[in-house]
């Protein structure tokens, strides 16, 4: 069975690297109209410049007027959007504690479950107007087992959007949107390389498939999640890690 998503306007924040560049091009190239935001506009560029129809918009997630813009700007431009994938998050790496500032904890939970709140609420109401939608947010195995090399800032905002998709889902069932979250493991994108640079057996050893994530193997779930082969899974959490944590 082919996955198609001709006719389906999708938005994915944060897609102008990493995971979230990887979801804009496979969306993009299963069919769907793809919108990018980020606060790099020229990477967002680059993601969508191979895509028909693709549009890249600068915004910071966790700034209510850029979203608000933001949401503007693809609604009008695209008529609405049925796929919304919430993947714009800041990686921030383990120091202790007391090892955090108070601005850095702020930044964090801003960008990674703030700026998921402030962009839903924006595409909420044209979904549930139109009776269809799916939304997928960015959770981590951080939140499922504790951080291992981030840090507890990171941790607690990756948790929180656990429950938040739990409890969005809820909300949104009666409409026909199905809201989901991915939880990927250590996945090989620059912020992750940098960091386990000459460390990597380390992490690997734990891990049963016995290597690290690469970016397409979440984007092929969030591919299935927005997809009708998953039409009746909402609210879940979906891990993967090469079988590191298995829920
Ligand atoms: N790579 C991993 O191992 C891993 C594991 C678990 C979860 N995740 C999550 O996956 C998502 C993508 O991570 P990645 O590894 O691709 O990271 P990345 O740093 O490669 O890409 C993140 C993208 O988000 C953008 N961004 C950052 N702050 C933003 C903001 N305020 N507004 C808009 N865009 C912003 C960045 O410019 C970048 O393009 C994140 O939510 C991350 O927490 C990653």
């Given amino acids: 069975m082919e996955i198609a998503l001709q006719g389906k306007n999708a938005l994915i924040t944060g897609g102008a690297a990493g995971i979230g560049r990887v979801c804009a091009q496979l969306l993009g190239n299963s069919g769907a109209r793809v919108a990018v935001c980020d606060i790099d506009l020229d990477g967002a560029n680059e993601t969508v410049a191979p895509l028909a129809g693709g549009l890249a918009v600068r915004c910071d997630v966790s700034d209510p007027k850029q979203v608000e813009d933001m949401a ?28 955090i500032t108070i601005e850095e904890w702020d930044k964090v939970l801003s960008v990674n479950l703030r700026g998921p709140f402030l962009v839903c609420r924006q595409f909420v109401e044209q979904m549930k ?30 948790a929180g959007l656990i429950a938040f998709t739990k409890t969005l889902a809820k909300e949104l069932g009666p409409y026909g949107i199905n809201v989901n979250t ?61 079988g590191q944590y298995m829920g």
């Avoid at 503007?72 to 202790?96: C, E, P, W």
């Avoid at 947010?137 to 090399?149: D, L, P």
């Fill in 182 to 242: 991915v939880a990927p493991g250590f996945t090989e994108t620059t912020p992750v390389k940098t960091q386990l640079a000459g460390r990597e057996e380390r992490f690997i050893a734990p891990i049963p498939l016995g290597r690290l994530g690469d970016p397409m193997d979440t984007a092929k779930t969030v591919l299935f999640l927005v997809s009708s082969l998953s039409d009746y899974i909402t609210g879940q959490i979906i891990d993967i890690n090469g």
């Fill in 72 to 99: 503007q700007t693809v609604l009008s431009a695209f008529g609405g959007v049925d796929i919304l994938v919430n993947n714009a998050g800041i990686i921030s790496f383990k120091r202790g504690i007391n090892g």
């Fill in 129 to 158: 107007e139109r009776r269809y939608g799916r939304i997928v947010n960015f959770s981590s195995m951080a939140a499922r087992v504790g951080g291992i090399e981030v840090g507890i800032h990171y941790a607690a905002s990756k």
